[in-house]
């Protein structure tokens, strides 16, 4: 990191960005303008060449930043990305389809048999050819991402300003229940209401239980995640570990398999799986 | 210490007498929990809580705190100055006053003081209430179910009235002018010695008392019992998080949107997190779970006693409900004193 440095220059070199959409909602390309009262003073620090939610004309050749959003689920998303790695020097990928798979990862499994059951045997021409949806990391190199379901407008920024001006600072890999517990919410576990907080990264600040709601997990697994103590866990409060395995699936299918584990029929098995993303 | 009675109808009057010239924070309900909080009215407190989920630390402590502020253009630091609110923590436990005495030796009188820290202690009045031990607390094993010192006043409830103990001029005065206060009675005296007795008596008998837990520690450093304690650890800090006496933070730099300026905060940290330990050239000296719950545990039930010559844990219990994973002191208690009387077979 730190290709665009530094901090006293004036004016501060603007990197040129590309904000690129792929198998996605575009709900976080859509948060990047809820920054709204910060928006320009954002845009005043980059070029930003190409916006896909908001622009019909095609990419430029040339930029420094590449910010990619959504899940590779296609070969021609698979050499799009490939062609953007070598042309930026900085990749960052933004939202749990494109750091985790996300949603759209949990077709990851059995994926000819739910083609087959959207389609029959008409595939349309515009769903291109079709592969296991995969974050990006699973097909180039990323260099920072922006976790979440979508992608906090402030997370998005700080994330943002690390690439113009470098930084060493560490993301934590540790679950998220410090944050809800610093923010005094009950827990669910404590209902006998299952809660993805005990595996998940923290980041978010607990938003959704500070808004009543348990976690989903769409930050994706902590790298340090205790899959078989958070199981014991759950029996210990009344949630079977079943729907634990179940829950997980919704933004860690693609990283639980990748592991070498099957994270839909049978329960996923050890303990430290996170992928180590950093 | 001073005493004086005053019955129990006069608290809202001196809770209101505080509100003149200080925020009350005080034990609120909220769903099913208590939490500490402001107050505006003595209505909304509940001076009856078991237990708060979270301890008052947060007002002496906040997670979040900044120490200066940056103009990144021109490279300067400004001088941070911290507005501290005066405040009252109305109804805290004997336990929870004991963690500020314990934070108190780490920020404040130690060989470095922690101004951010020392400016809100300073400014903040602490007025103690009696308590009945839920089935988690085990203060009375930590030496923190009696507090002599660290608040303004101390109530203890002996029926109708409350014994108070006075410990600062600036709280005694509050007192006198908005309540009606007497000389202590034979009765009273007679009531207060047996609410402590019920109080003592109330404690779970189920939570082991192990003398020499500290050097136990140490000798059984290498036991299996900390991988089987640690591994199943979730790497979560929620202990911290609730903890009266954990004082672990990291420091950040937060940039606003335009990049021209920001703060230096400080954030809770805590040594259970997978990186507390991870340090330049990417080492990592306490990388697994079993590592860093040995070593939390041995802070709050053995290193801090070997520097200030009590345990920094105080024996609140709030670990006890915010671990989803069953690691708590009560376990190493449980630990040692099931592995004595094995050896003593
Ligand atoms: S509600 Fe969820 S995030 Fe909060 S402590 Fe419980 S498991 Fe953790
Ligand atoms: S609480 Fe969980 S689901 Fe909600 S934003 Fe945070 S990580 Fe995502
Ligand atoms: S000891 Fe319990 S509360 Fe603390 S980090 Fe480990 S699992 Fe979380
Ligand atoms: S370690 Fe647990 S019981 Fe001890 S003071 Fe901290 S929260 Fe309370
Ligand atoms: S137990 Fe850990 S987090 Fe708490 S004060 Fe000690 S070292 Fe810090």
């Known amino acids: ?278 | 210490m001073l005493y004086r009675v005053m019955d129990k109808s006069q608290l809202p009057a001196l809770v209101r007498g505080f509100m003149e010239s200080y925020e009350v924070v005080a034990p609120v309900k909220r769903g099913e929990r208590y939490v500490f909080d402001t107050v505006d009215s003595p209505d909304q407190i509940a001076l009856d809580y078991p237990q708060t989920a979270s301890s008052a630390k947060k007002y002496l402590f906040p997670p979040v705190e900044a120490m200066m502020r940056f103009d990144a253009r021109a490279n300067l630091v400004q001088d941070f100055v911290q507005e501290v609110k005066p405040r009252v923590i109305f109804g805290a436990h004997a336990c929870d006053i004991s963690g500020f005495n314990r934070l108190d030796l780490a920020l404040a009188q130690g060989k470095y003081t922690d101004p951010y820290y020392a400016a809100r202690r300073a400014a903040t009045l602490v007025v103690g209430i009696s308590c009945m031990p839920t089935d988690t607390c085990f203060c009375q094993l930590m030496g923190a179910d009696e507090v002599q010192f660290g608040y303004d006043l101390f109530l203890y409830d002996i029926g109708d009235k409350y014994l108070v103990s006075m410990s600062s001029v600036e709280a005694t005065n509050i007192l006198e002018a908005c309540c009606e206060i007497a000389e202590a009675t034979d009765d009273d005296r007679r009531a207060f010695r047996l609410a402590t007795r019920r109080h003592q008596a109330a404690f779970n008998p189920d939570i082991p008392h192990v003398e020499d837990v500290p050097m136990l520690m140490d000798v059984f450093h290498f036991d299996p019992f900390w991988d089987e304690l640690g591994g199943r650890c979730l790497s979560c800090s929620a202990c911290a998080s609730v903890c009266p006496t954990c004082y672990c933070f990291d420091i950040r730099d937060v940039l606003q949107e335009d990049s021209d300026a920001g703060v230096r905060e400080r954030t809770w940290d805590a040594c259970t997190s997978p990186d507390f330990a991870l340090v330049a050239g990417g080492h990592n000296f306490r990388p697994t779970g079993r590592d860093r719950v040995r070593h939390r545990m041995y802070h709050k039930l053995n290193g801090f006693m070997v520097n200030h010559d009590r345990m920094l844990c105080t024996g609140c219990g709030r670990c006890v409900a915010a671990c989803k994973a069953d690691i708590d002191p009560i376990q190493v208690l449980r630990f040692f004193d099931e592995k004595g009387a094995r050896d003593d077979r």
């Not at chain 1, 997370?155 to 540790?174: H, I, K, M, P, Y």
Request: aromatic content about 6%; proline content about 5%.
């Open chain 1, 1 to 278: 990191m730190g290709a665009f440095s530094m901090i006293t220059d004036n004016p501060r070199p603007r990197p040129r960005v590309v904000v690129v959409g792929l198998a996605s909602c575009f709900g976080c390309q859509l948060q990047i303008t809820n920054s709204e009262p910060h928006l320009m003073e954002l845009l005043d620090q980059i070029d930003l060449e190409y916006w896909q939610l908001v622009t019909s004309e095609d990419m430029p050749d040339a930029y420094d930043v590449a910010i990619i959003e959504g899940s590779v689920t296609t070969r021609e998303s698979e050499d799009l990305v490939r062609r953007v790695r070598e042309k930026a020097a900085h990749v960052m990928a933004i939202g749990a389809c494109a750091v985790t798979g996300g949603v759209t990862g949990m077709a990851e499994n059995a994926l000819a048999r739910r083609v087959g059951e959207v389609y029959g045997d008409a595939v349309p021409e515009a769903c291109g050819q079709m592969i296991e949806p995969r974050p990006v990391d699973a097909v180039i190199t990323v260099d920072s991402r922006v976790y979440c379901c979508p992608i906090d407008a402030r997370d998005f920024a700080t994330q943002l300003q690390r690439v113009l001006f470098g930084s060493n600072a560490v993301r934590e890999e540790r679950a998220l229940c410090a944050d809800c517990k610093r923010n005094e919410n009950d827990c669910f576990f404590n209902q006998g209401e299952l809660c993805m907080g005990l595996v998940t990264r923290a980041g978010c600040n607990a938003r959704c239980v500070n808004r009543g709601r348990p976690c989903f997990g769409c930050a994706g697994l902590s790298s340090a995640a205790n899959l078989d103590s958070t199981r014991q866990a759950c029996e210990r409060y009344g949630v079977p570990a079943a729907r634990f395995d179940k829950a997980l699936q919704m933004f860690s299918q693609v990283p639980l398999s990748q592991a070498g584990r099957q994270g839909d029929d049978e329960p996923v098995a050890g303990t430290a799986v996170g992928k180590g993303a950093r």
